[in-house]
């Protein structure tokens, strides 16, 4: 599956930004989601996923801030993320096809090119 991320941008600190990311191909409904990012000289990192029966987890650095959903009409993901901080501040990747824990990079078989988001105090 390909996978195109959007929606990043520059922001200040307390506002919000919507990911999106647009997958190709019908077995979308069957793919498990996930959201990773990765900061300047950091790993890249969980941030969020959903199942393909639409059960969601989260990194605790965004639980209460960030939600995940999908849509599987429109075959994409995405990522509500409120409250940033420029703590948020990385490049975003949306990643399909898990088969693994889901919080593991290596799960992940397919990935997007990333979106930079940027949050200035």
């Known amino acids: 599956v390909q996978l195109q991320a959007s929606g990043g941008g520059l922001m200040q600190a307390g506002g919000s930004l919507r990911l999106s990311c647009q997958a190709s191909?019908?077995?979308?409904?069957?793919?498990?989601m996930g959201w990773f990012r990765q900061a300047p000289g950091k790993e890249r990192e969980f941030v969020a996923s959903?199942?393909?029966?639409?059960?969601?987890y989260y990194a605790e650095s965004v639980v209460g801030r960030f939600t995940i959903s999908r849509n599987n009409a429109k075959t994409s993901a995405y990522l509500q993320m409120n409250s940033l901080t420029p703590g948020d501040t990385a490049v975003y990747y949306c990643?399909?096809?898990?088969?693994?824990?889901?919080?593991?990079?290596?799960?992940?078989?397919?990935w997007g090119q990333g979106t930079q988001v940027t949050v200035s105090s």
């Open positions: 990643a399909a096809d898990r088969s693994g824990p889901h919080y593991s990079i290596e799960s992940y078989k397919s």
């Open positions: 191909g019908r077995s979308f409904r069957w793919y498990d």
């Open positions: 959903v199942t393909r029966d639409g059960t969601v």
